[in-house]
């Protein structure tokens, strides 16, 4: 235990000492991009004038020197505070975690989707290897892996929503319907079903090969000859003796796709016009709205960062023999 | 496609189908009851419904004094009113204002109020309200008051229901600055004496409207309620009017056609998507409501840069184009070929100016008479064209300018931009060609002149002046038109302006632009002034 605790504190040490870079880095890298807020407004006004964009700026707090503005920003983002949109006149964790729920809805959603049906085909197409159960597994997972996104996610707005009217094509729940409890669960997962199934196909193709191609790896493997000898049942010893072994992999991609799981999302949020934090960066980025779009970035390397420290953990409990150092 | 409207209904007209023609004209001078019983029940306006309106972008707040984008004024024109509002032929209709009268030297405007108009929080609306806006909340917030106000000399109010402009020249155009994006009245009892971008109020807007604000989940909707006690009595007929927030320009094409929502505008729906849907027997395209905006699209050009200096070079483009191509293929029919800088639905056009056809061969003339020969390769001249980062269409567009350029011997380089880069490439003279569309804000004084008079070359500033275009004859004509108090002189002095610019082309007009507006046929009056749909839906209904 005292070695986990040693890890771990180690661990945050390193992530602390990276996210300042990410955070310097990301502010370089967003100011070396031509245009600014003020200029974005008064474009998007249809006119302008000198005064006018000046009183912009000032109030965005762009007429200080970079370097003061990059000082200011990156001792308040150690002390907690991403900053406040001037743009959207609010503050940016507020924005962010209103937007946050919805995002994380679906990518949780579409990671669970992913990794169960994943690791479902690809061990089923496994234990029928050659045969016509795993070449129909393997063309899906091929298919999946090679569709873009939001190609996919419009064909199948076109098929359920326009064709078959079963599903509604955009949109987080049914405004204004005014549903309460199991009926507006019930309603929000009618609006959830597409842009997951959009979402979790690819990373579903992704899960189903490595671990079909994993299994076999291990399947002829002389402990799992002894195990069958021994006289356990071919489930068991795919469970306990083939599966356990050959996940470790799927882990590794897991641990990577969970790191996206906010922001990974921008594509599928726009075509399903689904309210989260991807669409939230995007049109920062756009609008040129720097404190918002900096406090995704934060947000998001925290994650990825805390999810690369519980992958390295999860081996240790699934695999023994990896040890922490 | 036209549409009159007779008591409050609308009637589809196809400009060729005289019978239609002859139908609607019975129908205007018997009223719409005899003819068609059925249709004259249906045609009764209903209370009731929920209306869904496409809004794209999102907008970044809803405080019409502070934010003047058109997703904007979509929202926030159901909440705040002006004193005017303005038919398709721009003449001025009662809203805040019941009448109004203009002193005949053209230096005072008196107007008399509305009386029994009540803030969405209950407060009183009184002229101070007026006068406060005028001198105090739009001056220090709106891009276009320091223009609009330049010669207004004072805003006083006689009484609670009486206010005077007083100009200190003759300024015709005026008249046309009371539109609710250029003149929204703001609650003087909110704002006054604190800091207007930063009022705690500013998220949840009040105005004097028929819709009040209810709740925006932010990425999703915005959500308006009708205001029950509204000044024009039994109005609105509408329950709730939610924006929806789709950020997909295909998806939004599909959420028209499946019914999720009703009305589309500006451009919302790509011109190569209008056809498709404008076959579906539940979706009908609207084209007016626009006059105000009037948007005119063209390439713009900076004449820093050899050799687009040189108006020939210029006239050589032009005639390299072929305008009804771009308006047939590329817009696909929506809009009208310019003859020149003012948009023939606005005020002041005219039309006898050089008109230019395609003719590649005398593009090729020109630039042989500016000594341009072609090379080993046929290029005659290289230029650089910053596509505008507005969507699909316009890369077509600059696709379609580089093939015809390159044939009369012009090489054009594209080269690629967001709209922030754009924007500040534009704004700091770093182009050489671009496209961009402008508005006209109705009259020449308002929306034209800026983009063509030497004072308003201002380098970091977007649309003004940004070609570098200098020419004292054209500042002085405008200078005198916009205060010429004489309609026949002004006529002159406007047609003058337009026939030198044609001349000189600074810039080449593309295409007076068509926004179609797509609404749900069970949607009635969604269009009825020269704002269109950015109007207060007061008079809006569903058939049930």
Excluded at chain 1, 250 to 271: D, N, R
Excluded at chain 2, 58 to 65: C, F, K, R
Aim: charged letters at 20%.
């Amino acid at each position: 235990m005292a070695k986990i605790g040693l890890f771990l504190a180690r661990r945050l040490v390193k992530a602390a000492i990276i996210l300042f870079f990410i955070v310097l880095i990301n502010f370089a890298l967003i100011r070396a991009a031509p245009g600014d807020p003020a200029s974005v407004m008064a474009g998007e006004a249809g006119a302008s004038d000198e005064r006018y964009v000046e009183l912009l700026r000032q109030r965005f707090g762009l007429d200080e020197p970079l370097h003061t503005q990059m000082f200011i920003y990156v001792t308040s983002v150690f002390q907690g505070d991403l900053g406040y949109s001037y743009r959207q006149g609010r503050n940016v964790s507020a924005l962010i975690l209103e937007r946050l729920p919805a995002t994380l809805l679906l990518t949780v959603t579409a990671f669970v989707f992913a990794l169960a049906m994943g690791v479902l085909l690809g061990t089923l197409a496994a234990m029928k290897v050659g045969r016509w159960a795993d070449t129909a597994i393997t063309t899906l997972a091929l298919i999946s892996y090679a569709t873009p996104l939001f190609w996919l996610g419009l064909m199948l707005i076109l098929l359920f929503s326009v064709q078959l009217g079963w599903l509604p094509s955009f949109g987080f729940e049914s405004v204004g319907a005014g549903f309460t409890g199991i009926d507006r669960m019930l309603d929000v997962a009618a609006h959830m079903v597409l842009p997951v199934l959009t979402l979790g196909l690819f990373y579903m193709a992704v899960y189903t090969r490595l671990t079909r191609s994993s299994i076999l790896e291990i399947h002829d493997m002389d402990f799992v000859k002894t195990a069958r000898s021994k006289g356990v049942t071919e489930g068991k010893v795919m469970v306990f003796h083939v599966l356990r072994n050959a996940i470790l992999p799927v882990i590794t991609f897991a641990g990577f796709q969970a790191g996206h799981l906010i922001g990974g999302s921008i594509l599928v949020e726009t075509v399903f016009a689904w309210p989260g934090i991807g669409r939230l960066a995007f049109n920062a980025l756009l609008q040129r709205d720097y404190q918002v779009l900096l406090g995704v970035f934060v947000v998001t390397s925290i994650l990825v960062l805390l999810f690369n420290i519980i992958t390295d953990l999860l081996y240790t409990i699934v695999d023994p023999r990896i040890e922490v150092e | 496609m036209k549409t009159v409207s007779v008591d409050s209904v609308s009637y589809q007209l196809k400009g060729s189908n005289w019978w239609a023609r002859a139908t609607a004209a019975c129908l205007l001078a018997l009223g719409s009851g005899a003819l068609f019983s059925t249709s004259a029940v249906a045609d009764e306006p209903q209370h009731g419904g929920t209306l869904n309106v496409i809004l794209d972008p999102e907008p970044p707040m809803l405080i019409l004094g502070i934010n003047q984008q058109a997703p904007t004024q979509l929202v926030a024109g159901k909440m705040y009113e002006s004193l005017l509002r303005y038919d398709f032929e721009l003449e001025p209709m009662p809203s805040l204002a019941s009448e109004w009268e203009i002193s005949d030297d053209g230096l005072t405007y008196t107007f008399h109020l509305q009386e029994g108009v009540t803030w969405h929080d209950g407060e009183p609306f009184t002229s101070h309200d007026v006068v406060f806006t005028a001198t105090e909340f739009l001056p220090e917030t709106h891009p276009r008051a320091s223009s609009n106000f330049r010669r207004l000399e004072s805003v006083t109010a006689p009484d609670d229901h009486t206010v005077v402009f007083q100009l200190d020249e003759a300024y015709p155009a005026f008249i046309l600055a009371f539109e609710v994006a250029s003149f929204p009245i703001m609650p003087a009892h909110i704002y006054e004496g604190t800091d207007f971008t930063d009022n705690e109020m500013n998220d949840h807007p009040i105005g004097t409207g028929p819709f009040k604000f209810e709740r925006w989940s932010r990425g999703d909707y915005v959500q308006l309620t009708a205001y029950e006690d509204y000044w024009q009595d039994g109005k609105p007929y509408l329950d709730q009017i939610y924006f929806r927030l789709i950020p997909d320009a295909a998806s939004r094409a599909l959420a028209l056609e499946t019914q999720q929502v009703d009305i589309s505008s500006f451009n919302n729906i790509e011109p190569f998507d209008v056809p498709r849907l404008e076959q579906l027997p539940h979706l009908e395209v609207i084209t007016e409501g626009y006059e105000i905006a009037a948007p005119l699209s063209w390439i713009e050009i900076n004449h820093r840069v050899e050799p687009l200096d040189d108006p020939r070079f210029r006239q050589a483009m032009m005639y390299a184009l072929d305008r009804e191509f771009i308006r047939d293929n590329i817009f696909m029919g929506l809009g009208r070929v310019p003859t020149g800088p003012i948009n023939t639905v606005t005020i002041e056009y005219t039309d006898e100016v050089h008109i230019y056809e395609h003719d590649p061969d005398r593009a090729m003339e020109l630039m042989d008479e500016m000594g341009l020969e072609p090379d080993g390769n046929g290029v005659r001249a290289e230029v650089e064209l910053l596509p505008l980062p507005y969507g699909e269409t316009f890369i077509r567009l600059a696709e379609y300018t580089r093939e015809a350029l390159g044939q009369v011997g012009i090489r054009v380089r594209m080269r690629s931009t967001d709209s922030a880069g754009w924007a500040q490439r534009v704004a700091d003279w770093e182009y050489e060609l671009t496209n961009n569309f402008v508005y006209q804000y109705g009259h020449p004084a308002l929306g034209v002149s800026r983009t063509y008079i030497c004072d308003n070359i201002r380098q970091g500033v977007l649309f003004s002046n940004t070609m570098g275009y200098c020419n004292e004859e054209v500042d002085d004509l405008f200078a005198r038109a916009a205060v010429e108090n004489d309609p026949d002189e002004r006529a002159a002095l406007y047609a003058k302006v337009q026939q030198i610019l044609v001349e000189e082309l600074p810039v080449i007009w593309l295409l007076e632009m068509e926004f179609p507006t797509i609404v749900n046929t069970r949607v009635r009056n969604a269009t009825t002034t020269a704002i269109g749909v950015a109007d207060t839906f007061a008079d809006t209904w569903i058939e049930q």
